[in-house]
């Protein structure tokens, strides 16, 4: 190896050689970089400065080596499946056509990866396509998500800091049992210890996360999805109740999970549970709903409800002046 290569260089030359030598010892490091043991055990130093982790074991069979995820298997695209992958992308994250986004960068590595031929495709596709913006997701921080997934996957009851919607805070340990990606938003399903119930966070309204010591079991038949549906309609600030005079199977189809949990009440059924936004309830979920019903709670649902019933009235009365001036706009919950 030349004498006169760079600290930067000697270093690279580092990481090539415990990418190529998975077990080389200091001594045969040494020699391939052409310094001293104590000057090859000072460049792996600078990599694991620079957050690559090298692991290192002694006797006879030590030596050092790459931690995991440092070192990728080879990956071949076929022209199909890159522009499958910025397609895929560019679908759940519009903002990557820019190279400036996070995950605008990190496909902006991938495309140069690729084969010439391949990735002039790819280049081309995330350049002139076009993206718009779901107005309904929600990106939340990846270092939250990345502790949550953790917590998930060691089974460490966490404590979450969480804001409400209207703005409301607080602090709830929980076991969190999954993170479920759900119409552009990601979600924490979990136990919480501080209502004694199972709960959905939503994981971009998740302030802070703090491990705890605690362990947890999450129930051995857990459909994590399922949960989720089932549960969205509960635990909201305002509580709902409907009542349908037809059967459940017929009313069933137009019912959502989140809209709560219907069951048969003499012969028509019942529909209950909560939300944190009554008026989007009555506007974009009640308002589809083809059959007959009646809002019996809670107030604020009625109230949203009424409002939406004077709206309609208005829209076909004669006299102009009924009509509302500035109606309000829905919201996501």
């Not at 790819?122 to 076009?130: K, N, T, Y």
């Not at 219907?262 to 936004?277: R, W, Y």
């Amino acid at each position: 190896m030349p004498a006169d290569l760079s600290p930067t260089a000697r270093a690279l030359r580092t990481l090539e050689t415990l990418q190529a030598r998975p077990g080389v010892t200091a001594g045969e490091l040494a020699a391939c970089l052409g310094v001293t043991e104590r000057a090859a055990r000072r460049y792996v130093g600078i990599l694991r400065e620079a957050g690559i982790p090298v692991e290192s074991a002694r006797g006879p069979y030590g030596g050092y080596r790459l931690g995991r995820g440092t070192r990728l298997p080879p990956v071949a695209f076929t022209e199909p499946e890159a522009l499958g992958l910025v397609m895929a992308v560019l679908d759940g994250q519009p903002a990557a056509v820019d190279a400036d986004d996070l995950v605008g960068a990190a496909l902006s590595k991938v495309i140069r990866a690729l084969p010439e031929s391949v990735g002039r495709q790819a280049a081309a596709l995330r350049e002139h396509a076009s993206a718009a913006p779901d107005l309904c997701s929600a990106r939340p921080d990846p270092a939250t998500t990345g502790a949550l997934v953790a917590a998930v996957a060691g089974r460490r009851r966490l404590a979450v800091t969480y804001r409400s919607e209207s703005g409301d805070e607080w602090e709830a340990d929980v076991d969190p049992w999954a993170v479920v990606v759900r119409h552009g938003r990601w979600y924490l399903l979990c136990h919480s210890h501080r209502a004694g119930a199972i709960r959905t966070y939503r994981v971009d309204r998740i302030r802070g996360v703090r491990p705890t010591t605690h362990t947890f079991e999450p129930p051995g038949d857990l459909d994590p999805v399922a949960a989720l549906e089932e549960n969205l309609g509960t635990g909201w600030k305002f509580p709902t109740r409907v009542v349908f005079d037809a059967p459940p199977a017929e009313v069933a189809p137009w019912i959502r999970p989140p809209m709560g949990r219907l069951e048969p009440l003499g012969d028509g059924c019942v529909l209950t549970g909560s939300t944190s936004n009554p008026t989007m309830y009555a506007q974009e979920w009640l308002a589809c709903v083809p059959l007959a019903f009646r809002v019996e709670g809670g107030p604020e649902l009625r109230a949203a409800a009424a409002a939406l019933a004077s709206r309609f009235a208005a829209a076909v009365a004669d006299d102009p002046a009924r009509r509302p001036t500035e109606p309000a706009a829905p919201t996501a919950p």
